[in-house]
């Protein structure tokens, strides 16, 4: 029969730094974690109950990444980051947020749970529906040291224990998350700004998202943005029409009340938007 010592330590090396776990998790790592040994340890305060059933190790502190890591890995969520946080995460945000609270988009169909507000209330989750027929195309892998507090990389996690999955958005999917929330949460112009930092976008990971994305309003926003910019990427990617059978869809829609209708993508614009932006000058291309 362990000890209470060897439970200690088992429990530090089982429950990850800084990352919340389940009672069903830490339950399924030992059969020396039964329900009385639990009870016991949260007793004893070597387990901190964040919400019932869900612990972490006190003396630990909780990020919003390590959440993000716990409910990809222990609670087994679809939950992905993605948006605009993922834009910000690999330095492509045009401008960060004044607020004090942070706020992190995640895609998913699964649900945010409760004890999050409470666990972290400098920070506002916001759980978005994702892409429509896009699937896992664009999801990108990463580690998050828990102990560092930094990302590293994905490819080599194992070599420290600290390590964790991260998944979030590639830019070009990211972008097109971003272009979900268009005109009602993110504006045509910072929309615009957003692309205006985007010099180096995959053509080939943003044609296998197009063509699977089933947004209609999706595809003709990126198209009527992309063409303000001289980007090379841009060439290379098919014209709307030569997508698949969808191409652009029909009938126009309304994204600016009051706009002007764009004639070729059918989309209303504000008027402000209609004088096009300085040209980009891409030199690889010249």
Known sequence: M??????????????????????QWLMKQSPDFDRHALDNLLK?????PLAPGV???PGTYL????????????????????????????????????????????????????????ALPDVLFIRHNRLSSIGATGLVNRAYDTQERS??????????????PFTMSSPE?????????????ISFEHADQLLQGMTTLSPRRMEQLLRKCANVKVRRLFYWLAERH????????????????????????VLARGGRLDPKYRITIP????TPPARTIDKSDS
Request: glycine letters at 8%; charged letters at 20%; a neutral charge.
């Open 2 to 23: 362990p000890t209470n010592a060897d439970r200690r330590q088992l429990l530090v090396n089982l429950v990850p730094e800084g990352l919340p776990v389940t009672k």
């Open 44 to 48: 004893s305060k070597q387990l901190m």
């Open 55 to 57: 612990y972490m190790r």
């Open 63 to 118: 990020t919003w990444q390590g959440v993000i890591s716990a409910l990809q890995t222990i609670f087994r969520t679809e939950l992905s980051v993605g948006g605009l946080t993922a834009l910000e995460l690999q330095g492509l945000a045009h401008y960060l947020p004044l607020s004090r609270q942070r706020t992190v988009h995640l895609y998913g169909k699964d649900s945010l749970p409760a004890w999050l507000e409470m």
């Open 151 to 164: 990302f590293i990389d994905a490819e080599t996690p194992g070599q420290r224990a600290s390590a964790w």
């Open 173 to 185: 999917r990211a972008y097109l998350e971003v272009l979900m929330d268009v005109p009602e949460a």
């Open 230 to 253: 001289s980007y090379a990427w841009l060439k290379k990617l098919p014209a709307p029409d030569k997508l698949d059978e969808m191409g652009l869809g029909s009938g126009n829609r």
């Open 271 to 274: 008027e402000e938007m209609w």
